[in-house]
Each structure stands twice: as C-alpha cells, then as structure tokens.
C-alpha cells in the first residue's frame, strides 16, 4: 500500500512540475475565493475540480531546466524530508495569508482580500525560490 501511494505522488509530482501545471496553478489562488465572495456554494465545484486536475492535466516535462519545473520537483523532496527550515516558516506564513484571505472574502472586504491574496502568491514564489534551491542542492554534481 505504502509503495503504491510513493508511485502515485511520484507521477503527479512529475506531471505537476510541467511549468504549465505550476504557473496555471498559482495564477489560479484566486479563484479559491470565489464561493467565499459570492456564497454559492456550487461555485467551488469548478474550482476544486480545477485544482485537483491541474496537477495531472499535464505531460511530464522535457526536462527539468525550468524553474516552477525545479521547484515542484524540490517540493518532492522537501516534502520527504519535512525539516523545520525557512521554508516551513514561509509556507504558514502563505497558509496563514491564505486563511485571513478567506476570511476577507467571506466578510467581502476587497482591500484585505486583495492584499492577503497578494502576500500569499509573493510568499508562494520565495517558498519556490526555496523548492527549487532544494532541487538544486540534491542534484550530483557534473
């Protein structure tokens, strides 16, 4: 069982770290707010539909020379690893800009919403930034 599910997280990991996947992905974070804003509660169904296809939708890359590509690839393996490191830090810090995004939306407050969302989406690109500096580190050198 447990081999079967590393086989699994291995192929969406490879087929989500095509640059697509990734940047569509993250182009997408607002989204997540649209059934919070609007209070339809169907309006998250095309959404979470998204969001659970997007990282399987996509041929596995070429090549691993992109970096959301690196950076999907490092969040594999940091994700193996779990250390308590900078990137920990950043990751609450973006699920932390993500809840009080949901609140914002929920409460409909653009100016916080808008300006959660926009600190989630900076924070998810030096988290990255941190993925792919995690990719990098664990490759063998030439």
């Not at 070429?62 to 193996?80: C, F, N, V, Y």
């Not at 308590?84 to 699920?95: S, T």
């Amino acid at each position: 069982m447990r081999h079967d599910f590393a086989a699994f997280k291995r192929t969406v990991f490879e087929r989500h770290s095509h640059p697509w996947s990734a940047w569509t992905r993250w182009l997408s974070t607002p989204l997540v707010l649209v059934p919070f804003w609007t209070r339809r509660w169907r309006h998250a169904i095309p959404v979470a539909a998204w969001m659970l296809v997007n990282p399987v939708v996509f041929p596995k890359p070429a090549s691993d020379d992109a970096w959301p590509t690196r950076a999907m690839l490092g969040e594999e393996i940091w994700i193996g690893q779990r250390p308590r490191d900078r990137a920990m830090a950043v990751n609450v810090a973006a699920a932390a800009c993500a809840a009080g995004a949901v609140l914002g939306a929920r409460k409909r407050r653009l100016l916080p919403t808008a300006a959660l969302t926009a600190m989630q989406m900076a924070l998810t690109m030096g988290y990255w930034q941190l993925m792919v500096d995690y990719y990098d580190a664990a490759q063998p050198d030439d």
